[in-house]
Structures are given as C-alpha cells and as structure tokens.
C-alpha cells in the first residue's frame, strides 16, 4: 500500500469473489420525509425532468435542523430515499420508453422495484426554511422516507460525455414514460 492507502498490487485485476457475509443488513432512520402531491405512482414522473413539473417538500426530522446550515446556496440537491411503496422485483423488466418491449437487466433500468429499494434524485432547491426544503420537479410520492441529503456539485457530479447504453440507441424512437393501462382506450 502506498501513503494513500491504495492498493496498487490490484489496481488492474478485477476481484473475483463477493465475500461480504451473506446475511449483511443495515438498519437506517430516515432523516426526513417527502410531502409530495403524488400520492400513487400512476401519474407521478418516473425521473424529476419527466411530466408535469410540481413542487413538493421534505420536511427534515426534528434535531438534524443544524445540519442543513449552509444548504440554502445550492440550487440543487441529491436526495437519497427509501422507495418503500415497491413491492418486489424481477431479475429482468421491460422499460416503458423501450419501443422494442424488450426485457433489460434490472441494473441497466430504472426501475423502482429493486432488491434494496432506494432511490436517488437530483431534485432544485427552491428554498430552506427552518427544517422544511422546498424542492422543484421531483420524482417521489408523498410520505417516501429521506435517508440523506446532498450538494449536488457540477464540478464532480455532472459527467458531460456519459453513454447511456440501450437508451441511447432508442434515441427518437422512446415511447411515452408511463404505459396507459387504467384508461378504457389503452385496452
């Protein structure tokens, strides 16, 4: 090891083995809560930027206030959430904007329905009031628990050159973001 830390002997050979003890689980409180004008995911967006933009809040647990000192000059925030209205999940799903209807590795989609459930979103920080964030175009129902809150850092955060795998090749071809099925004609 160096001074750092790092371990350059494997730096170019991928580990081979998942030795985490198989029964590993953690136990977390959530830090706040979403207050949000979705109550049912039919109609909520699937991503912050998708739909029809409404505000919500995330009211903060009472005696964390102190740690959203200094939040307020941010314009945007990570939020990392507890999707716990998802029941199950499914080694394979087929994406609603994939024109092909064609089944993708839960890991490359976006799917709420996940082995740990926890979603994360960019989300603009509209004001910070006391423990109450109002926040812009969100992506959560109202009640999702709030495991943390973070910066979101341009500088670090923003990845201009990213691919985006299968997405990227539907480009002009992605159907709507939410499949009609509670409305007669979609039958």
Not at 2 to 19: H, I, K, M, N, W
Not at 107 to 112: C, I, K, Q, S, Y
Not at 131 to 144: E, K, N, Q, Y
Request: net charge negative.
């Amino acid at each position: 090891m160096d001074r750092e830390g790092v371990d350059s002997s494997c730096a170019d050979t991928p580990p081979r083995d998942y030795d985490l003890e198989p029964d590993l689980s953690f136990s977390m409180r959530p830090v706040a809560v979403v207050r949000s004008p979705f109550r049912v995911h039919h109609g909520t967006p699937r991503q912050p930027g998708v739909g029809t933009p409404r505000d919500g809040f995330v009211v903060v647990r009472q005696g964390l206030q102190n740690l959203l000192q200094d939040l307020d000059g941010f314009s945007h925030v990570w939020l990392v959430g507890l999707m716990c209205y998802a029941r199950g999940w499914n080694d394979t799903v087929v994406p609603p904007r994939d024109p092909e209807r064609r089944r993708r590795g839960l890991f490359a989609t976006r799917a709420p329905h996940r082995p740990n459930p926890i979603a994360i979103s960019v989300v603009e920080l509209k004001a910070v009031r006391r423990r109450v964030l109002t926040i812009g175009a969100h992506d959560f129902l109202d009640g999702t628990p709030i495991l943390d809150i973070k910066p979101y850092l341009a500088y670090c955060d923003a990845v201009p050159d990213a691919r985006a795998g299968w997405v990227d090749e539907i480009e002009g071809r992605a159907l709507d973001d939410h499949r009609v099925w509670w409305e007669e004609d979609a039958r």
